[in-house]
């Protein structure tokens, strides 16, 4: 059977980390696009004289119109970014750590530890160069004795 590679290999983890990316994303955007209407309605407010400031009230109500549909756009575009993003760039952390713990697991104690590589994606190469260093070094100790 031909091995499958996981799109989750530490669910729990990955689905916070893209969680945190969404609401981080929606702060941000969402911040973004209120000031941005605020910032249109105050100029179109000062641009138009105080008599005819009733003109404005429909204008008003149409650009809160197009900011709810913006919104919701922005809310889904967000989750979509956010969790896409956040297992993607997850792997580059999760993934060398799951390795590590899987290659620890499936040691039967009885034969030398194997040197462990990671990825070139990968974040956490000083994991496994600290890993390959202390299997060096353990090797040569048993050797001496």
Known sequence: ?????????????????????????????????????????????????????????????KIVEMAKWEFTLLIFAALLVGIGSGIIFSHAFLGPLYRLEKHLREWDGKKPLKKISFRKSDLLHFIAHAFNSALEKCGNKNRKD
Do not use: C, H, N
């Open 1 to 61: 059977m031909r091995w499958r590679r996981q799109i989750l290999v530490r669910p729990r983890e990955q689905v916070r980390v893209g969680i945190f990316i969404f609401v981080l994303i929606l702060f941000i955007s969402s911040a973004l696009l209120w000031s941005f209407f605020y910032y249109t309605v105050s100029l179109i407010e000062d641009s138009i004289s105080p008599k005819t400031v009733q003109l404005l009230y429909p204008l008003k109500e």
